[in-house]
């Protein structure tokens, strides 16, 4: 079974910045990060899950929420089963969960029920 654990958030201010991580584990034998595509998605109080951005398992294609394009960026790192939301210039509407997941496919997708595997959230706050 698949086990996603977000960490790295918290309460930043207006115009700064967060690294969200995500660590991938529970693998079956020769399965490994890069066979999966991970999605990252937020839900703010009161709205669905919305999301955010998407790295393909063979690494060829990112998608972003046009609300985060310029300011958001993910990355991978395989070695260590860790993916990663670089956020920057923080705004008051970013505040939300933010949930990493995780689907056996080569391809993206924005929609929740694309994603099997899920990780329990990592709260991110910036005050207006």
């Known amino acids: 079974q698949l086990q996603l654990v977000e960490s790295g958030g918290g309460l930043v201010q207006p115009g700064g910045s967060l690294r969200l991580s995500c660590a991938v584990s529970g693998f079956s034998l020769g399965f490994y990060v890069r066979g999966y595509s991970i999605g990252w998605f937020r839900q703010a109080p009161g709205k669905g899950r919305e999301g955010v951005s998407c790295?393909?398992?063979?690494?060829?294609?990112?998608n972003y929420a046009d609300s985060v394009k310029g300011r958001f960026t993910i990355s991978r790192d395989n070695a260590k089963n860790m993916v990663y939301l670089h956020m920057n210039s923080l705004k008051p509407e970013d505040t939300a969960v933010y949930y990493c997941a995780a689907r056996p496919l080569d391809l993206c997708s924005p929609f929740v029920s694309a994603f099997p595997y899920w990780g329990q959230g990592t709260q991110v706050t910036v005050p207006s």
């Open positions: 790295l393909s398992s063979s690494g060829n294609s990112t």
